[in-house]
């Protein structure tokens, strides 16, 4: 009855007749500040919100982590912003220094960057720094792991060195024209193996990403990508994002903090002029992957964009489109674009960050994307 008492929120209408005391009215408390403010008219809703007050919102952020799992805090925070309209409290250093740091949360201090008063600005810094480190003590190891292996599997030779070098399952199977049945075995006239990996460039990878207000979860988990990808050697990296002007950023690829306050979220969208622009940055076709993160909704010339995407597919360009790269579930997107790039080849799908590395490995491999996507993809 307790927990049903704090899920229907108290009043005549609740049924439960149960009162709250001591630290159960504390944390119904926090609950009725955000929740309570869209009750449908005439029923008995308890009084909440937070007002315009920074005192009454700082107190509100320390019951809730008091009474609540960060992972629920940052779900009560994001909740909080978009209801009662806090995003002007959030220009406050004193607020900054008091909210859980999350993805969410550093996507609205990126959309609020250009009016964001210098007081608070380093402090918003370190909130958007707290969130990079995590995502890349919990993200880059994976990453170069995966993309490491997969350029090691990419160099394939027929003289490997050692015998851990040999690819048996390619050997078996290109061998098997020798099979011998009184022996039960095949007799390997030719071996397949993997050749030492190359210190020098061997994949060019641009990403293109779309910077709307929409995709601002995408955009910090790219810029860590990014920066990841980057600091291997074996990768050629750059880092383009776009609105209706397209900005190269992959002079800061080495700082992901500073990479992230270049972006300017919201804004329109012109998909073909940052295809266009990604277009001249690659110099080895064959050997480069397209990665382009967006919503699909084009501002732009339409024709133009599908024409361009496939003049990269024909020229050797592994190119995927990502609705999405975010743990939000399925996104909103332009279904006939999205069906007009499948048609040619091209899969269009959300991914997860935790997808992300073994999707980069299955496209350095050059393996059916497409076939990858139905396996793991999240829309």
Request: proline share 4%; charged share 25%.
């Amino acid at each position: 009855m307790r927990r049903w008492r704090l899920v229907l929120g108290g009043g005549d209408a609740d049924g439960t007749g149960r009162a709250l005391e001591g630290a159960d009215a504390q944390m119904d408390a926090a609950l009725a500040a955000v929740y309570d403010q869209d009750g449908r008219e005439g029923q008995s809703r308890r009084e909440g919100g937070l007002g315009a007050s920074a005192p009454r919102v700082a107190r509100w952020l320390g019951d809730i982590r008091t009474y609540f799992p960060s992972t629920v805090v940052q779900v009560m925070q994001k909740d909080a912003i978009e209801r009662l309209n806090l995003t002007r409290l959030l220009l406050e250093p004193e607020m900054l220094e008091a909210v859980e740091p999350d993805v969410h949360l550093v996507g609205t201090l990126l959309a609020l960057n250009r009016v964001m008063p210098a007081q608070a600005r380093e402090s918003a810094r370190a909130v958007v720094r707290k969130v990079v480190q995590e995502l890349e003590r919990r993200l880059a190891d994976r990453t170069r792991a995966a993309v490491t292996g997969a350029l090691d599997r990419s160099a394939r030779t027929h003289r490997p060195k050692r015998v851990a070098d040999i690819d048996w399952d390619r050997t078996i199977r290109a061998n098997l024209k020798n099979y011998l049945p009184e022996r039960n075995t095949v007799v390997p006239s030719r071996l397949v193996g993997y050749a030492r990996r190359q210190r020098s460039v061997q994949r060019e990878v641009v990403l293109c990403i779309d910077q709307s207000g929409s995709m601002a979860a995408s955009v910090v988990y790219s810029s860590v990508f990014g920066a990841v990808l980057a600091s291997m050697r074996s990768l050629k990296t750059s880092l383009v994002v776009f609105d209706t002007a397209v900005v190269d950023l992959t002079e800061q690829l080495h700082d992901p903090v500073e990479l992230l306050f270049g972006t300017q979220l919201g804004g329109g969208t012109d998909i073909n002029r940052a295809i266009a622009y990604s277009q001249g940055l690659i110099t080895r076709p064959a050997d480069s992957i397209f990665v382009l993160i967006s919503d699909l909704y084009e501002g732009g010339v339409r024709e133009e964009m599908l024409r361009r995407v496939a003049a990269m597919t024909q020229a050797g360009v592994q190119v995927i489109v990502l609705l999405a790269l975010s743990d939000e579930g399925a996104p909103f997107y332009d279904h006939e674009n999205a069906a007009a790039l499948a048609a040619m080849g091209v899969p269009a799908f959300a991914c997860t960050p935790d997808a992300f590395p073994d999707l980069m490995a299955a496209a350095v491999e050059r393996r059916d994307i497409t076939r990858w996507a139905e396996r793991h993809a999240g829309g």
